[in-house]
């Protein structure tokens, strides 16, 4: 199980910019998939995760209603479209998968891929 996360650069307040997460060594129709996001010397917060097995995607309070979790199968990528993007969404942001599909939301995952950095300037 490998993920490549990337999409990540520099974009000003109120700006957008999306994330890709290609996955390898699994279908991400069958996985839970979700992202994360970790600023320097803190905890790595949960952000979104989608489970295309079970139909659902959840979002954190903090970036509902301005980013969109979606994945293509074809492609075998899961997205996050950011929008409004604000100076506290600066972190490097992290796709992982699990193969629990249940109950995506704000759990460990066993597979972690590197992270792309987000910076929101205001």
């Known amino acids: 199980v490998q993920l490549q996360a990337s999409g990540g650069g520099l974009v000003q307040s109120g700006g957008s910019l999306r994330l890709s997460c290609v996955a390898s060594?699994?279908?991400?129709?069958?996985?839970?998939v979700g992202w994360f996001r970790q600023i320097p010397g803190k905890e790595p917060e949960w952000v979104s995760c989608?489970?295309?097995?079970?139909?659902?995607?959840y979002y954190s309070n903090s970036v509902k209603g301005r980013f969109t979790i979606s994945s293509d199968n074809a492609e075998n990528t899961v997205y996050l479209q950011m929008n409004s993007l604000k100076p506290e969404d600066t972190a490097v942001y992290y796709c992982?998968?699990?193969?629990?599909?249940?109950?995506?939301?704000?759990?460990?995952?066993?597979?972690w891929g590197q992270g792309t950095l987000v910076t929101v300037s205001s």
């Open positions: 060594g699994f279908s991400v129709d069958n996985y839970a």
């Open positions: 992982a998968a699990d193969d629990e599909v249940t109950g995506c939301y704000e759990r460990l995952y066993d597979y």
């Open positions: 989608i489970s295309d097995s079970e139909g659902t995607t």
